[in-house]
Nanobody, 125 residues
Framework: QVQLVESGGGLVQAGGSLRLSCVASGRTFSSYGMGWFRRAPGREREFVAAITESAGSTYYAGSVKGRFTISRDNAKNTVYLQMNSLKPEDTAVYYC??????????????????WGQGTQVTVSS
């Protein structure tokens, strides 16, 4: 069992930055691939970024590539999402999630076993 708690959301102006954190409980954090997803009002949940267990590989949605960076610190049981050059269309609730499946499935929400409660990110124009 893994519990995930996100933090770091808030209100920021367009062009600004935020860093989201997700702290995991348990001793097996380094066994999980980690992902970030988001859901905007009236829209489907969508993949944002993912990182393999050892942080050897990262994956990004096209809409955030070059602006967002996912990273992890296994010693701190924490995964991060650094978000730069934020746009109003990045406004959403952001969720972190943990998976044991292979990286081929990282962009697919059903592949994830555990989810956090979400943190709100609002980007004003």
């Amino acid at each position: 069992q893994v519990q995930l708690v996100e933090s770091g959301g808030g209100l920021v102006q367009a062009g600004g930055s935020l860093r989201l954190s997700c702290v995991a409980s348990g001793r097996t954090f380094s066994s999980y691939g980690m992902g970030w997803f988001r859901r905007a009002p009236g829209r489907e949940r969508e993949f944002v970024a993912a990182i393999t267990e050892s942080a050897g590989s990262t994956y990004y949605a096209g809409s955030v590539k070059g602006r967002f960076t996912i990273s992890r610190d296994n010693a701190k049981n924490t995964v991060y999402l650094q978000m730069n050059s934020l746009k109003p269309e990045d406004t959403a609730v952001y969720y972190c999630a943990a998976t044991t499946v292979g990286s081929y499935y990282y962009t697919r929400a059903p592949a994830y076993d555990y989810w956090g409660q979400g943190t709100q990110v609002t980007v004003s124009s």
